[in-house]
C-alpha cells in the first residue's frame, strides 16, 4: 500500500536548542482514496431508479398519470417525509425508467382513511419483453386505516421499464415510499 505524505510549507524553525522543528506531518493511505472512490461508484450504480417515489418534490416529478386524474401529491397523509400520493377514482399514474435494469422486487407503503369495501387497487411492474408483474392492494388490504407495506416479488431476469399504479376507489388510497430493489 503506497503512503502519500503531505508536508506544511512553511519555513522550518529553530528551537531553543538548535534543532530544526518542522509542522506535522499529514499522511493518508492512497489507497484508502481508492476504496472511498469505489464506494461512490457502487453507490450511484445501485441509485434507485424510482424519481421523486417519495413525493418529496411537492409534486409528481418524475411520474405521468392518465388525461383523468382526480388524485395530486398531499401533504395531508406521509408514511416518512412530508407528501404522499394520493389517488382517488379511476386514477393511473406511472413512471417510465430511462435505465433498464433487473430488480428483485417493488416495494411502496399505503393507506386508506376509511375502509375500502368496493373497488380495487393495482401496483404494477412492466418489462421489455411485454410481461408484467402485479399486487393488489385496495379492496381489504386497506381496512385498518393505518399504513400497510406492500412488496411485489419481480422477475429478476426481466428488465423493467415501468412501474405503475392504478385504483378504482372512491375513497382517496395514499402511496409513499415506492422503490424498486436490486436483484
Given amino acids: 500500500m503506497k503512503t502519500v505524505e503531505m508536508l506544511n510549507h512553511e519555513t522550518p ?3 531553543t536548542k538548535g534543532f530544526l522543528v518542522l509542522k506535522p506531518v499529514k499522511r493518508f493511505q ?3 482514496i481508492g476504496a472511498l472512490l469505489a464506494v461512490a461508484a457502487t453507490l450511484s450504480a445501485h441509485a434507485l431508479p424510482i424519481n421523486n417515489g417519495g413525493f418529496e418534490t411537492g409534486g409528481l416529478a418524475g411520474w405521468s398519470t392518465t388525461a383523468v ?3 395530486g401529491v398531499t401533504s395531508a397523509e406521509a408514511y416518512s417525509g412530508s407528501y ?4 382517488d377514482a379511476v386514477d393511473i399514474v406511472y413512471q417510465d425508467l430511462t435505465t433498464l435494469k433487473r ?3 417493488l416495494t411502496f407503503k399505503a393507506k386508506a382513511d376509511a375502509p375500502i369495501t368496493t373497488g380495487v387497487a393495482y401496483a404494477t411492474v412492466d418489462y421489455a419483453d411485454g410481461s408484467s408483474s ?3 392492494f385496495g379492496g381489504g388490504c386497506l381496512s385498518s ?3 400497510t407495506a406492500f412488496e411485489l416479488a419481480l422477475d429478476s ?3 423493467v421499464i415501468r412501474v405503475s399504479f392504478s385504483v378504482g376507489e372512491s375513497t382517496p388510497i395514499y402511496i409513499d415510499n415506492v422503490a424498486l430493489i436490486g436483484p
Fill in 30 to 32: 492512497a489507497a484508502s
Fill in 157 to 159: 431476469t426481466k428488465r
Fill in 134 to 136: 402485479e399486487v393488489m
Fill in 103 to 105: 430488480f428483485g422486487r
Fill in 84 to 87: 404522499s400520493l394520493e389517488m
Fill in 145 to 147: 386505516g393505518d399504513w
Fill in 13 to 15: 524553525r529553530r528551537s
Fill in 69 to 71: 386524474f382526480n388524485g
